[in-house]
Nanobody, 115 residues
């Protein structure tokens, strides 16, 4: 069984920063891609950022230059550094890992940006 534990969400003013963490544990044989998604009320879940095992990254256009994804392979952990936050970044943020056997999702962490 694989578990993902997310942390770091919260309430922040526009222009502020937050750092999300997602640690995977359990029967993990090999993690390939790791990523962060978000879902705002009334909207579909969307990809925010992804990172491969080798460190290649991709970002949604809306967060480029403001968010940075990183990972620590030895700890099976992925991070999302979010700077210059905007009210439109308000959403529940989910981490996702892709292993050779299956994909797994975190429980989600709320990020609220006040104007």
């Amino acid at each position: 069984q694989v578990q993902l534990v997310e942390s770091g969400g919260g309430l922040v003013q526009a222009g502020g920063s937050l750092r999300l963490s997602c640690a995977a544990s359990g029967s993990i044989f090999r993690i390939n891609r790791m990523g962060w998604y978000r879902q705002a009320p009334g909207k579909q879940r969307e990809l925010v950022a992804g990172i491969t095992t080798s460190g290649s990254t991709n970002y949604a256009d809306s967060v480029k230059g403001r968010f940075t994804i990183s990972r620590e392979n030895a700890k099976n952990t992925v991070y999302l550094q979010m700077n210059s936050l905007k009210p439109e970044d308000t959403a529940v943020y989910y981490c996702k890992i892709a292993t050779i056997r299956a994909d797994y999702w975190g429980q989600g962490t709320q990020v609220t940006v006040s104007s």
